[in-house]
């Protein structure tokens, strides 16, 4: 628990136009951003338009913004998946005039104040395609050549780039080869399990803008799945980095990090 509550991870949204007190000043990340770039690297924001923490000030102040229409239950309901609390974040509803003033607004201010090489764009499944499109269009992110990355968390490679297309993103998380990468390395499946997958790159509008990785904070970690296996490891990296798209790396892979699910997947750095 963080202070009493279940989000250790930092997630829970407070307030999306303001920079978390403990991560220090907007001069701070000011600083990142230059030094970042001083090394040809970028600086990539994580936003979520989806919902907001439990304690947000927002839904004391305005709960007319939101859908109050329960928990998802349903993963396969396409109303639920946009309307519904997923783990009980309060949702927001994004198609209301004033909620998406709001969020624009404030991805409007960090474009402004921060300057970044772009976003991560999270719960792409939980908030609607044309809304995404939309919002596209009206920060032009994506129309000045920066990142506008979509976290779709599915397996299928036909509605990754069908989403890719309606959602008016840069690119989308690979989690199709994911789970091939995984299936072959870890769990002892054919190569020919990466082939299929390869295959269908052809429905991609771009198959090398793909972010592709072998695990995440989401995910049970590469050493769990592997069994510790540091050779079944190596090799699934060294695939990840000959393979076509753009690798990602989260945090504990080169400890390695083990953790099947959480809080363990999630575990500070050490």
Sequence with gaps: PFHGYGAFHGYWTYALDRLEPRFGAISTLRELRDALHARGMRLVLDLVLNHVGPDAPLTREHPEWFHHQGGLEDWNDPVQLTTHDVQGLPDLAQEQPEVYAHLLAATRGWLETI???????DAVKHVPLPLWRRFSEDTGVARRGGAWVGELFDGSPATLAEAWRAGGFTSLFDFPLR????????????????????????????????????????????????????????????????????????????????????????????
């Design 115 to 121: 300057a970044p090489d772009g976003f991560r764009l």
């Design 179 to 270: 789970g091939a990468l995984d299936d072959v390395f870890c769990a002892g499946r054919p190569p020919s399990v990466l082939g299929t997958v390869l295959s269908l790159d052809r429905l991609y509008p771009d198959p090398a803008a793909l972010v592709t990785l072998a695990d995440n904070h989401d995910l049970p970690r590469l050493a769990s799945r592997c069994h510790g296996d540091l050779g079944a490891m190596a090799s699934a990296l060294a695939f990840l980095y000959a393979v076509r798209g753009v690798p990602c790396l989260t945090w504990g892979t080169e400890v390695p990090l083990e953790g099947a699910g959480e809080p363990e997947n999630r575990a500070d750095m050490r």
